[in-house]
């Protein structure tokens, strides 16, 4: 593809992609390119009638009824069901619930009892931070040792002393895609048990929890899944697990008879005992239209797209952009890397907000990185020649000195 890029390449690329109609599922803005699915997913057509029913009709008509009626109590299995199918998990082994964040937190700590007397947490510096602040809190309530090391190092520093690894399979920064059956039989291997954080992948890289044999997960809600901002996340535990699994955030969702009202807590059987508290059903239907938009659509078939986009998106940094600055910080195999494209710049941040300002939406990841997110399921090829040209004319031009571009706002 390198010889003959023009944007009439691009758009033949459109014009040939089987997963083009795709993005009439979503409700894009015109004149906007949306390169930040992966932070937060569009909204999805379906979404905000689904969401104005569930207020009107189930709430306010049913009022309380429609917990049964409706089937909200039914809801973060149902939804857990739908995200089995793009994990390689089984449907009663996914249920969504409270944060990523939270939901990290039971896991780990459920690994950690399942696998005492061992204590030692390993972890990978720079990993999401959110996930390295829980492992930090985790480990200072339980009195285990969180040892974090750099990815090349996660191997070695596997050993008897493990009780549990955690890793996210594709880093939120670069894009890099561990080898999640690879580490996990490692693990396994010396008997250490793994959490995977699924976020940078479900929806976009077909994941085989089951194929790797992997113990536990979790995932986000509202990147690729697109449940709408702050959607609940999910957690996976292999069938295996069910019986052992203990979690401390014990609360009455997770008991085997919530509706008892007895002093005792007993887990409910299988993943239920995941759950904790009420679920959030404005949001789990949000979630839910969210994951409707995967009718029909093989994870691999998105990957491949995003595998593509990438690579066309890196050719024209590369041929264009040359003598600017940029450095590719995400690796050139489509095999190894998630569904984004970082780019490094020591002006990182204005150049991102000089590119917004101009409808181009990408987002910056500190220190230095530019990060675009290439959604196979809305994202054009096309989109990718239009959004370097626009890069292209805020270089040249220097529109990101622009004074106003250097401050930082509170959410980046
Ligand atoms: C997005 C993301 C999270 C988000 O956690 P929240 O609890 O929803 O804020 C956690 N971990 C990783 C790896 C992520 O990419």
Redesign the pocket.
């Known amino acids: 593809m390198t010889a003959s890029l023009d944007r009439a390449a691009c758009e033949a690329l459109d014009a040939a992609d089987p997963l083009a109609p795709l993005r009439e599922r979503f409700l894009l803005p015109e004149r906007v390119i949306y390169l930040d699915g992966n932070?937060l997913g569009a909204l999805p057509r379906t979404t905000a009638a689904r969401v104005a029913r569930t207020v009107e009709t189930e709430w306010g008509r049913d009022l309380i009824t429609s917990w049964n009626k409706a089937g909200w109590i039914g809801l973060p299995r149902a939804v857990g069901a739908k995200i089995a199918r793009l994990i390689g998990a089984e449907a009663d082994e996914v249920v969504v619930c409270d944060?990523?964040?939270?939901?990290?937190y039971k896991l780990a700590a459920a690994a950690l009892s399942l696998n005492a007397p061992r204590r030692v947490i390993l972890a990978e510096a720079g990993?999401?931070p959110?996930?390295l602040y829980i492992l930090q809190g985790l480990a200072g309530s339980v009195g285990a040792e969180l040892r974090m090391v750099a990815p090349e190092a996660i191997e070695g520093a596997l050993d008897q002393t493990v009780a549990v690894l955690v890793l996210?399979e594709t880093n939120?920064r670069s894009g890099e895609i561990h080898d999640m059956a690879g580490l996990t039989a490692k693990a396994h291997a010396v008997g250490a048990l793994t959490v995977w954080?699924l976020?940078?992948s479900a929806g976009v890289l077909p994941v085989d929890l089951n194929g790797a044999e992997a113990d536990f997960a979790?995932?986000?809600?509202?990147?690729y899944l697109n449940g709408g901002p702050?959607a609940p996340?999910y957690v996976f535990v292999a069938r295996r697990w069910h019986e052992r699994f203990r979690q401390p955030l014990s609360g009455w969702l997770g008991h085997a008879r919530p509706f008892s009202f007895v002093d005792d807590y007993t887990p409910a059987p299988g993943i239920d005992r995941a759950q904790c508290g009420t679920p959030p059903v404005l949001s789990l239907v949000a979630l839910d239209e969210g994951l409707n938009s995967f009718e029909g659509v093989e994870p691999k078939a998105l990957y491949e797209k995003a595998g593509r986009l990438g690579d066309l998106f890196i050719a024209l940094v590369e041929q264009r952009l040359s003598g600017h600055g940029f450095e590719i910080a995400s690796p050139r195999d489509p095999a190894r890397r998630g569904g984004q494209v970082a780019l490094r710049h020591p002006e990182a941040y204005a150049i991102c907000q000089a590119l917004i300002d101009r409808g181009v939406i990408p987002d910056f990841r500190a220190p230095d990185v530019v990060r675009f997110g290439l959604v196979p399921m809305y994202v054009r090829f096309a989109d990718l020649w239009d959004a370097v040209e626009v890069l292209l004319q805020v270089m040249q031009s220097g529109a990101w000195k622009d004074a106003r571009f250097a401050v930082r706002a509170a959410v980046t």
Do not use: M, P, Q, R
């Not at 979790?218 to 990147?223: E, Q």
């Open positions: 932070s944060s990523t964040s939270v939901d990290l990993d999401f959110t996930d996210t939120y954080d976020s940078h979790v995932g986000c809600g509202y990147k702050g996340a």
